[in-house]
């Protein structure tokens, strides 16, 4: 059965399990990472030398990587609705994945998250945290901009697309902090609400 290495309240173990229960895959789930930890331990590290959570093992192929993983099992096993049939569907699902990933913005909601929920408060840089908020904010009216004609991020349908901005999205609008109204946003956030798998894997107290 496909084993998955990582703690639940890792962004990017939620990415895999959410996936996972989109498709219906079966798995187990060994907890590593943090207080757990058992990733930074030599058998872990030859599975993943960075030391992270996620890893999965698909009897003997083993994957790291939050979003290669999520592409990798809506590939496997989501082919022609989590991951679109069409290369031009599926490119635009990928750009929704890469630019979560990859832009400055998503870093800056990881400073924003790490600082107000793993550094002690006498401990936490407040200027970070502002310029984060401030840069997360910008991004989200972005995608509050192109949700607002669309339901899901790539058009009608959910797609793997969706699926790390989905867990981005739980954060932002969970975090201490004030931000503007954005319906469309805060729409698609609905929605994804009413999947049973986001609800199990990914809407939980930020901790
Ligand atoms: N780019 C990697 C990042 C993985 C990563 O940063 N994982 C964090 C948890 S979100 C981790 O393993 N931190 C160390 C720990 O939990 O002990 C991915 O998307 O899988």
């Known amino acids: 059965m496909l084993k998955v ?5 890792s962004i990017n173990v939620q990415k895999v399990l959410w996936c996972l229960a989109e498709t219906g895959t079966p798995y187990e789930r060994i907890d590593a990472g943090l207080a757990f930890g058992k990733n930074t331990e030599a058998w872990f590290r030859e599975m993943n ?6 890893v999965i093992d698909d009897d003997g192929f083993v994957l790291w990587e939050s ?4 592409r990798y099992l809506a590939g496997k096993h989501g082919m022609g609705t989590l991951c679109p049939d069409s290369p031009q569907a599926r ?12 832009s400055a913005w998503g870093t800056a909601l990881r400073i924003a998250f790490f600082n107000l929920y793993r550094v002690a408060p006498d401990k936490r840089d407040d200027k970070a945290v502002e310029v984060a908020i401030a840069q997360s904010i910008q991004h989200f009216r972005l995608l509050d ?4 004609s669309r339901d899901y991020v790539t058009g009608d ?3 793997m697309g969706d699926i790390p901005l989905g867990c981005a999205v739980h954060r932002f ?3 201490p902090f004030d931000r503007p109204s954005l319906p469309a946003l805060e729409a698609w956030y609905e929605r994804l609400q009413t999947r049973k798998g986001y609800r199990d894997h990914v809407v939980m107290k930020l901790q």
Do not use: C, K, Q, Y
Request: proline share 5%.
């Open 173 to 175: 609008l969970n975090m």
């Open 145 to 148: 901009g192109h949700l607002s």
């Open 5 to 9: 290495w990582g703690r639940i309240t």
């Open 67 to 70: 979003n290669s993983i999520v």
């Open 91 to 102: 490119a635009d699902a990928d750009r929704w994945m890469e630019w979560h990933s990859t």
């Open 49 to 54: 030398p960075n030391a992270l959570v996620p």
């Open 157 to 159: 349908a959910f797609t």
